[in-house]
């Protein structure tokens, strides 16, 4: 059965019942909190006092002014409750931390005509298992904003009852302030091509082609991702590439276009039938095809992933090595590139989305079911919300609400993952590419695991170059920081010309 608020949602392809009547008219700004770390941080499980701590932080914005009325019915309890998800961020647990350092950023949204003070409470999760269910609460104190709109850093250190520290820092930024605008993306315009118009659904190509330029850059969107990007698309094509985006099956604008697997938005970014990426390979084939019918000889292309973009790169790579194909590709920039499971809930949860999720595929369980509660689908996306006060994209081709993992689409990349790594052991395989490569990632990464992002990189090929960002979201090139955004953007400059893309 589908969530109760699915048809709302998708009569509304624009989403406007999320961006009016959840958020509202009020102007959303933004506090940003840079958590850095702890210094002897106190263990307080209740049962020794040495007991190791597993602590984490939490910070919200708490009114300290009257705001909107009390919630009067269901909907409005449930918009009240959601916009107070915008404005709280909670970090991970650090296992057995005296010394911990997070080094992470959030951005908490705020309505801008109501004043707000800043929660800050550091909690010991451990405290669940032997205080009667109640964790350790270590530090709860709040502290006053920056001023509205004041982009310098204020530095804060707390103090426990035990001496030791916390430390962090925020800033705020006006809601006008974007890494991306609506402007910025209406003045990058591209082309857009369906690859296969007799199929009701199905990818599509956005293209931008400038008659002078003698290399092109081939780019595959992540899962659930969207052409969101000009201040990149702009330095493709100052350094003069053609620029083919691939939208492959039920993803970016196949949903504007209506090109969705049974017609059913809660599908975004499912592999299709089978359970495999085999349907994208064949997105990506003629996607080649169409570039190679152009009419234009390109004397260098590059292959530009993100997140499972660089999955289904490295899967359509294998492929085409089993048959016999020469990737066309002189090298890749791979932006985070999903190589393993990452923050997904802890060990117990990659175990059963590797294993327990797979075997009930093969088992006959359908590949289209939804892995997660169906209470949560429908629901508002926090994560895409912060994303989107920042960078304005295009909501009827990427959701503002919640959208599954379906049992398909974790099957498919389990399968890859094990391919890779089977390639990798194989001392009579060759390399998965010869070609340079770059991989870039985030500590700040918070769909995957930054550590394991780079040492996947090693199962690739040889001639490989990591850069390890800090303060980055999974998107690097989509970050919170304005600086961040320049340095990626620059990092990835530098690679090009040193990897003889100049």
Not at 15 to 22: I, L, M, V
Request: charged share 20%.
């Amino acid at each position: 059965m589908l969530p109760t608020e699915f048809a709302r949602v998708t009569s509304d392809p624009t989403n406007e019942s999320y961006t009016s009547g959840f958020v509202g008219d009020a102007t959303w700004d933004r506090v940003h909190f840079h958590l850095l770390g702890a210094r002897n941080v106190p263990t307080a499980d209740g049962v020794t006092g040495d007991w190791p701590s597993d602590p984490y932080v939490l910070a919200e914005l708490v009114p300290s002014s009257a705001g909107e009325p009390a919630a009067t019915d269901e909907q409005a309890a449930s918009r009240v409750a959601f916009e107070k998800t915008l404005g709280t961020f909670k970090s991970r647990a650090v296992a057995d931390a005296v010394n911990p350092d997070w080094d992470v950023i959030d951005v908490l949204l705020y309505k801008r005509a109501v004043s707000y003070t800043l929660r800050v409470a550091v909690v010991d999760k451990d405290g669940g298992i032997f205080s009667g269910g109640a964790d350790d609460v270590l530090l709860d104190t709040t502290v006053e904003l920056p001023a509205a709109h004041s982009t310098a850093w204020t530095s804060h250190t707390l103090s426990f009852s035990n001496g030791g520290t916390l430390s962090f820092r925020c800033r705020t930024s006006a809601a006008e302030d974007k890494i991306v605008s609506k402007a910025d993306v209406a003045a990058f315009p591209l082309e857009e091509v369906v690859l296969d118009p007799s199929s009701p659904v199905g990818g599509a190509l956005q293209t931008r082609v400038e008659e002078a330029n003698t290399k092109a850059v081939f780019w595959v969107l992540g899962r659930n991702d969207v052409f969101m990007h000009p201040h990149l698309g702009k330095l493709f094509a100052s350094m003069g590439f053609d620029i083919y985006i691939l939208n492959y099956l039920n993803t970016g604008i196949c949903r504007r276009l209506g090109r969705m697997e049974s017609g059913n938005p809660m599908l975004n970014s499912h592999v299709g039938p089978g359970a495999s990426f085999d349907a994208v390979n064949a997105e990506v084939d003629a996607a080649l095809a169409h570039i190679a019918g152009a009419g234009k000889q390109y004397a260098k292309m590059l292959c530009y992933a993100h997140s499972t973009g660089g999955t289904i790169m490295l899967n359509w790579l294998l492929e085409a090595r089993a048959k016999g194909v020469t990737a066309p590709f002189d090298g890749y920039a791979l932006n985070s590139p999903n190589m393993d499971w990452g923050w997904v809930g802890g060990d117990v949860a990659e175990a059963v989305l590797e294993h327990a999720v797979t075997k009930l595929v093969s088992w006959g369980v359908k590949d289209s079911d939804w892995t997660v509660p169906q209470g949560l689908l429908g629901k508002p996306n926090t994560w895409c919300f912060k994303l989107w006060s920042q960078v304005e994209y295009d909501p009827t081709a990427k959701p503002l609400y919640r959208t599954p993992l379906t049992a398909g689409f974790v099957k498919a990349c389990t399968d890859v993952y094990e391919r890779v790594d089977a390639c990798y052991k194989d001392a009579k395989q060759p390399p998965i590419t010869d070609k340079p490569f770059l991989v870039m990632t985030s500590r700040g990464d918070d769909v995957l695991v930054a550590e394991e992002t780079v040492s996947s990189a090693e199962k690739i090929g040889p001639r490989r170059t990591v850069i390890e960002m800090s303060n980055g979201r999974h998107d690097v090139m989509l970050s919170s920081e304005p600086p961040v955004v320049n340095a990626a953007l620059q990092y990835l400059r530098a690679w090009m010309e040193q990897a003889d893309f100049e």
